[in-house]
């Protein structure tokens, strides 16, 4: 069992920024295609972002509602995959996962290991 654990999230003003990391520890995460989803209460979990894993190119992909404000991108050296979210907006609050699969596709059956969650919230 791969074990996956998001951290970064926190309290934060509209208009501001989170930088949101997720780590597999005793992993190599550069294996994994990696994706973050958001989930409100109440809502579906939604798709954020996907990228490949190291050894399939540098592809990227980003849900619409994200899309200029967000970017997905590994550091390999330290093991972590990192999403950037800037220009938050309230409508930006959720519980943020991070997924690793065989495949950087928007929808959450691709992936297998998940994390537990950080709580993003944004202030109005």
């Known amino acids: 069992q791969v074990h996956v654990v998001e951290s970064g999230g926190g309290l934060v003003q509209a208009g501001g920024s989170l930088r949101l990391s997720c780590q597999a520890p005793g992993r190599a995460l550069s294996i994994y295609h990696t994706a973050w989803f958001r989930q409100a209460p109440g809502k579906d979990r939604e798709f954020v972002a996907a990228?490949?894993?190291?050894?399939?190119?540098?592809?990227?992909n980003y849900a619409d509602t994200v899309k200029g404000r967000a970017t997905i991108s590994r550091d390999n050296a330290k093991n972590t995959v990192y999403l950037q979210m800037d220009s938050l907006k309230p409508e930006d609050t959720a519980v943020y996962y991070c997924?690793?699969?065989?495949?950087?596709?928007?929808?959450?059956?691709?992936?297998?290991?998940w994390g537990q969650g950080t709580q993003v919230t944004v202030s109005s």
């Open positions: 990228i490949r894993s190291s050894g399939a190119g540098s592809f990227t």
């Open positions: 997924a690793l699969g065989g495949y950087p596709s928007s929808s959450p059956e691709s992936y297998t290991y």
